[in-house]
């Protein structure tokens, strides 16, 4: 299995609302990221996990949690989240010690 | 925040011609990666160059570096319509795992 795959694909929501972005993979990769992607821009980094653990945050805003329950699962937990947010969110992993990423198709949220 | 930029940020060209797309960055790099996404879709990486390699080949792909002059450059030879797609640079600067990605070059391909 060489893919990582993302749900839903497509997500819209309230600004009052909980929802979560699964992203798996089981490639064995020990690292997983969290990007997002507004429309002609490229991606920006959010969080990086290595080996389950939070390494890198890159000054998300709270209303984004994400949570790595397992090294093959990564979660993304929005709540409260603003109509800026609105971007297409893609989960990548790597194996450690290798610098290629591999993408999911990621999940286009539009925040109402 | 954006490592560099790319130029042009579009590019459209026939069928069979050749594609050229330039990276330039802004600190010193480990290595350079270039990733290619067709609309709204996850990227794909494409080719991986390293700090010490000045030119590599895959398949109708060429990249080269320039390290001196923080650039980087990708040629597609003998384009085809499915090349349609943006193509990203990104550069990782402690292969610590952190990609910078480049603003994107929209390539169209006419058949």
């Known amino acids: 299995d060489t893919e990582v795959t993302q749900t839903p694909k497509h997500l819209v929501m309230g600004m009052t609302n909980k929802k979560s972005l699964k992203c798996e993979q089981h490639m064995g990769h020990r690292a997983m990221y969290w990007y997002k992607q507004k429309a002609k821009k490229p991606p920006e980094l959010m969080f990086v996990?290595?080996?389950?653990?939070?390494?890198i945050n890159e000054s998300v805003p709270s209303r984004f949690s994400p949570e790595c329950p397992n090294s093959s699962l990564l979660n993304l937990h929005l709540h409260a989240l603003q109509p800026e947010d609105s971007a297409l969110y893609l989960c990548a992993s790597s194996q450690k010690g290798e610098e290629t990423q591999y993408f999911g198709p990621g999940t286009r949220l539009l925040v109402l | 925040s954006q490592q560099g930029e790319e130029d042009p940020q579009a590019l459209s060209i026939q069928e069979g011609e050749n594609a050229t797309m330039n990276c330039s960055y802004k600190?010193?790099?480990?290595?350079l990666q270039w990733y290619r996404q067709n609309s709204g879709r996850g990227l794909v990486h494409l080719i991986l160059i390293r700090s010490n390699e000045r030119e590599k080949h895959s398949g109708r792909l060429r990249v080269t570096l320039d390290t001196s002059k923080k650039s980087s450059s990708l040629l597609i030879t003998a384009s085809r319509a499915a090349d349609t797609a943006s193509y990203f640079c990104?550069?990782?600067?402690?292969?610590?795992?952190?990609?910078?990605f480049g603003g994107g070059t929209r390539l169209m391909v006419k058949p």
């Open positions: 600190t010193s790099i480990n290595n």
């Open positions: 996990y290595s080996y389950e653990k939070l390494s």
């Open positions: 990104a550069t990782d600067e402690n292969a610590g795992n952190m990609l910078t």
